[in-house]
């Protein structure tokens, strides 16, 4: 159900960008989804393809990529990047620049649509 809506909203907004830029249709979009987020790829895949039909979307490959967990440290302000199998390994969560382990874990964005290649 949840894939469901998310899929409705990137249809919707593709459809909204194919018109603003006078696209014919979207042959591919590339998605990011947080890997904390309990979206499942096969659902949204699914679901995309459902709520696609008809569209400009209609026959659009999908590109799902599984984002790493974002940390934010609170000492020096950067901003490091991890996979969730080394967080759990050795449960560090710590900044890749300055060592420390004072950081905000940034769950991300649950859905990012990074690109999207249409036709005119
Ligand atoms: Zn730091």
Redesign the pocket.
């Known amino acids: 159900m949840h894939e469901f809506s998310l899929a409705t909203s990137v249809v919707d907004f593709l459809q909204r960008l194919s018109k603003e830029q006078g696209m014919s249709r979207i042959d591919a979009i590339f998605l990011e989804i947080g890997e904390m987020t309990h979206v499942d790829p096969r659902q949204l895949r699914y679901s995309l393809k459902m709520v696609s039909q008809g569209t400009v979307a209609e026959r659009s490959k999908v590109y799902i990529k599984r984002s790493g967990i974002l940390l934010r440290?609170r000492?020096?302000?950067?901003e490091s990047r991890l996979k969730l199998m080394d967080a759990i390994t050795d449960y560090s969560l710590k900044?890749a620049?300055?060592?420390?382990a004072d950081v905000d874990i940034d769950r991300g964005r649950e859905l990012v649509l990074r690109r999207i290649r249409g036709s005119k």
Do not use: D, F, L, N
């Open positions: 440290c000492r020096c302000g950067k900044c620049a300055c060592g420390s």
